[in-house]
């Protein structure tokens, strides 16, 4: 099984089933389809639709812009069953899904950035099988929405939304008991990788967890343990044999892994089966300053929004999200800062094999709400839960620019859910940095991560004269931390967005909207250049400063400051702007 081919590299099964492709498809804006029984096998849908392509964009055959609350996907599915065990995964579907399986409602699911399964096995037939999904979307802000707009059409930095199947469908073989969690956490210090394990029921007795892991195709060592519950905690000895009980690192100059299968099995009965792989990474503050492995780290980030120009949300292939790794890296970027965005797993396991450093960052909700605080609570436990073993994930942005909370400068309610996303971060995972409202107006946080869009290096020296200063008052017109809130002395400080800077060839108007950068425009590669030069360099001469972030990577609609175009061609010369794009730390 080739694991680019899988929708999650990082979590493997065999036999599994694509369920891509063509999809029977209709809009239900009159929300009929329940009360009409459309679920019913037999009913055929109206249009087609190529999953998982949503309806908004070229790809999925489609291309209807308009607002659709409620859709409704269709398609027959044959996969011999008899005596397995059947999940069906579906790995993002916005905003609210029924799904049913031979006109039976078999699962629920809310949350459009995040994956679900559902066991159809009571529910699947030996021959033909007809599933039917029901999606509702609405302009709801209370939802997360990330980047997607909450009205018709397209407004400042925010983008056509995405209604309905957004990644991949597909459907496994599991065991009779299902391994459902293997979080790796890293210790290096004492040269091993703690596992936490969870099963979805208890195997009985007599039940063993052998796990085996290797690097780079050596022989394997293997532990076996008893297995007594559905829960059960392991470490592996990480210490290399053959020098001197080191631990070999994961880092973007050596991205090494760690192939790691779980076998579940009782008697000669294998209960399941899965493939995953981790690396021995390690990221702190200490000081003031951020180590990778004990290493002093500079993290040159770029903003990365995930949108392609005819399938939005979705990767168009796996070379797709390939193609942005490498363009990071060879644009001289150690990391990317995925805004706004619960990627697609494959687009973390290319980090991970090429070496990049990833910022995970929760879709804002644009309201403060019990259902919104519900939502991205839910989103924040779920996007740490699928992508934990990712070691090029370093941090996680629970809020972004205080959208969501616009009066957390002063509001205790407000400035608590901060808290709380901050704390639920570090109790689910505690293996990564947080960054806990970036850009301003921060509470708690491990990052002091501040945005500034200022247009030359006079105005970023005049901006942050000192750290103090910065932290008392802010770098541009908001407060650096709220009201009542200051910072704890540890924290590391970096500029996580700047720049910008859009061409004036990039035109006017991008589909009648006002095309933008910030700044105004620069007529040339030269005048690009020495802008980037001149803001990126009086941002890294501030000592204190451990990293920061340009803006960003491609256009983006009518948000045209991309260093690529939206279909990947770049403006500037890669290796001219690589050669700009360095850092050592010499000045710290």
Not at 294 to 299: I, K, T
Not at 371 to 393: E, K, W
Request: charged residues 25%.
């Amino acid at each position: 099984m080739n694991p680019e081919q899988y929708p999650r590299p990082d979590w493997r099964r065999d036999p599994w089933l694509d369920l891509n492709g063509e999809w029977e498809f209709d809009f239900d804006d009159q929300n009929t389809g329940v009360a009409e029984r459309w679920y019913e096998p037999g009913r055929e849908l109206s249009r087609r639709i190529q999953v998982p392509f949503c309806y908004q964009c070229a790809a999925g055959g489609i291309r209807d812009t308009g607002y659709h609350p409620v859709v409704w996907y269709r398609r027959k599915v044959r996969w011999p069953s008899k005596g397995q065990r059947v999940m069906l995964r579906f790995g993002a579907v916005d905003e609210k899904a029924q799904v049913y399986l031979n006109g039976q409602l078999i699962g629920l699911h809310e949350g459009g950035y995040l994956p679900f399964s559902i066991d159809t096995t009571s529910f699947w037939n030996e021959g033909e099988n007809d599933l039917c999904v029901r999606v509702e979307d609405l302009l709801d802000r209370a939802q997360p929405r990330g980047k997607q707009y909450w009205a018709n059409g397209v407004m400042g930095c925010w983008y056509t939304p995405v209604t309905g199947i957004w990644q991949s469908v597909y459907a496994e073989r599991v065991g009779a008991v299902e391994i459902i969690q293997l979080h790796i956490r890293p210790v290096l210090a004492e040269a091993r990788a703690d596992i936490d394990c969870a099963l979805d029921a208890e195997p009985g007795l007599g039940a063993t967890l052998t796990l085996r892991w290797s690097r780079e195709g050596k022989a394997p060592r293997i532990l076996t343990a008893v297995v007594t519950g559905r829960r059960l905690r392991l470490s592996l000895d990480m210490a290399e044999d053959d020098d001197c009980g080191k631990v070999v690192c994961w880092s973007p100059e050596t991205p090494v892994l760690y192939d790691v299968e779980a076998e579940l099995t009782q008697g000669n009965e294998c209960l399941d089966r899965l493939c995953t792989y981790f690396g021995m990474r390690e990221i702190t503050v200490c000081n003031q300053n951020v180590y990778l492995n004990g290493q002093r780290l500079y993290q040159r980030l770029v903003l990365d929004q995930g949108y392609w120009p005819n399938t939005l949300l979705t990767p168009l292939d796996d070379d797709a999200l390939r193609r942005d790794v490498e363009w990071t890296k060879r644009l001289g970027f150690n990391g990317a800062r995925k805004h706004q965005k619960v990627e697609d797993p494959r687009y973390y396991y290319w980090a991970d094999r090429l070496g990049l450093l990833v910022w995970g960052e929760l879709p804002s909700t644009y309201d403060f709400t019990w259902d919104s605080v519900r939502r991205l609570s839910a989103t924040l436990q779920g996007f740490i839960n699928r992508d934990f073993n990712h070691p090029c994930l370093v941090a996680w942005v629970t809020l972004n620019e205080s959208w969501g909370v616009s009066q957390i400068v002063s509001h205790p309610r407000q400035q608590a859910f901060a808290r709380m996303l901050y704390e639920q971060a570090l109790t689910l995972d505690g293996t990564r940095l947080v960054s806990g409202n970036d850009g301003w107006e921060q509470v708690r946080t491990d990052l002091c991560a501040l945005h500034d869009y200022a247009g030359g290096g006079d105005s970023i020296r005049a901006h942050f004269p000192s750290r103090e200063a910065v932290e008392h008052n802010g770098c541009d017109s908001r407060l650096c931390y709220a009201r009542g809130s200051v910072p704890e002395g540890n924290e590391a400080f970096m500029v996580t967005e700047y720049g910008g800077i859009a061409f004036e060839d990039d035109g006017e108007t991008v589909c009648g909207i006002p095309a933008w950068g910030y700044n105004g425009k620069v007529p040339n590669p030269e005048r690009f250049l020495a802008r980037y030069q001149e803001t990126t360099g009086a941002i890294r001469a501030m000592p204190y400063c451990q990293g920061d972030c340009y803006t960003q990577l491609t256009d983006v609609m009518q948000e045209t400051n991309g260093l690529l175009t939206e279909d990947r061609q770049p403006k500037i010369d890669p290796e001219r702007f690589a050669a700009l794009n360095v850092n050592t730390l010499a000045h710290h």
